[in-house]
């Protein structure tokens, strides 16, 4: 059965209810925090799939939050919520492990389009080809294991968000293919997805860290200037 778990952070009572309410009308279970500390006690004992963080906290902000649970647990979806809409708040937390991010104020239609664009990468292993024989894509030093979730290079396993892993699971299926951000944000994050493309260029510089001798010099993603990113 799949994870619909979702955390929801934030040090506002009315909007962790606003969240709550939503969330639960669609579906999904919820579980709160109202500060860092406790929704990284929350996050242990509860092991929601996704989690929702306000960046701006007493104690612990949402950024340690997002790096802490990323760290214990790459696989699961984290969104950063903040209620500025400065470059520098956005790229701070996608650089610590953010799949997305929502912006205050936000509606609801948007609340629960991130949830669900989230919820469909974190559980990527349900949309497995009826009659497929194999649940892994190899390519090179590289083996996508759908089933597990998990990514190796040379038999040595490379963490991934799920972000990171559908992004690299639909380049590899669309390998030699030069694509533009548009595209790529369109395959990962959905169709009816809208915000800047900054988060393509976060999520393939995190990716380069993680799978290329000289990040620098990248030999797997390439750029194309003008257009976008191709693997090679």
């Known amino acids: 059965m799949e994870n619909n778990k979702v955390l929801i952070l934030d040090d506002e009572n009315a909007i962790r209810q606003f969240m709550k309410i939503n969330l639960e009308y669609q579906g999904y279970k919820t579980c709160e925090a109202a500060s860092g500390e406790e929704a990284l006690k929350v996050f242990e ?3 929601p799939a996704v989690a929702i ?48 991010y929502i912006i205050k104020p936000f509606n609801p239609q948007e609340l629960i389009l991130r949830v ?16 497929e024989k194999t649940n892994s894509i190899n390519d090179g030093p590289f083996t996508l ?33 030069a694509m533009t951000r548009d595209e790529i944000m369109k395959q990962t994050w959905g ?11 976060v999520n393939i510089r995190r990716i ?20 976008g990113y191709r693997w090679n």
């Open 53 to 100: 963080l306000d960046v701006m906290l007493p104690g612990i902000n949402g950024f340690e939050v997002c790096q802490k649970i990323r760290e214990k647990s790459p696989k699961t979806g984290i969104i950063m919520v903040s209620a500025k809409s400065q470059d520098i708040d956005k790229i701070l937390g996608l650089e610590r492990g953010a799949d997305d």
């Open 145 to 177: 294991d759908l089933y597990a979730k998990t990514f190796y290079k040379n038999g040595q396993e490379i963490d991934l968000t799920p972000t990171e892993f559908a992004i690299l699971k639909n380049f590899i299926n669309s390998k030699g293919k």
């Open 208 to 227: 380069r860290a993680k799978i290329e001798e000289d990040p620098a010099k990248p030999k797997y993603i390439e750029t194309v200037w003008g257009t």
């Open 116 to 131: 669900r664009s989230l919820m469909r990468r974190v559980n990527l292993t349900n949309d497995k080809i009826e009659g």
């Open 45 to 47: 004992e509860e092991n």
């Open 191 to 201: 169709e009816n997805y809208s915000n800047d493309t900054k988060i393509v260029d």
